[in-house]
């Protein structure tokens, strides 16, 4: 079995997929593909309740899957256990069933400064902390730059 195949249209087709080194060779070309790294990862102040958390990182950008279920427990809103410190500000909408939030009310996930917060935004534009979080589902997803 060949293991690459290199076309005359400048394509390599790859019969066993592409294996990266477990630690990043940087590349000086901004067009090489040097970087890809999938795992699992915790947030520390679930006190309780199961999580399961992963992520995918491509190059710069990570990609985070967080679900935790039978009734979490948070011991605060501002949540660690990143794989990545994050370059920018992300944002992404919870689903959550379990706890409820005022009307016209969104509950958020903030990525900032290598932490994650749980915030809850009013429709007036209106940001809050959510002060009771126990017993709560949680799922979410977001991307954001290392």
Partial sequence: ??????????????????????????????????????????????????????????????????????????STTALSGLPFPPANIATAIVYTDGFSVPSNTLLLIIISSGSMYIRTQAESGTIGVPTDLSGANFRFSITYRV
Avoid at 23 to 31: H, K, P, R
Avoid at 51 to 58: E, F, R
Wanted: proline share 1%; net charge negative.
């Fill in 1 to 74: 079995d060949k293991v690459a195949t290199f076309h005359t249209n400048k394509t390599i087709e790859i019969g066993a997929g592409i294996k990266f080194p477990a630690t990043q060779v940087t590349s000086a070309n901004a067009n090489t593909l040097d970087d890809y790294e999938e795992g699992t990862f915790t947030i520390n102040e679930v006190t309780s309740g199961t999580q399961t958390s992963t992520y995918t990182k491509i190059g710069n950008l990570v990609y985070l899957s967080v679900q935790v279920e039978s009734g979490a427990t948070f």
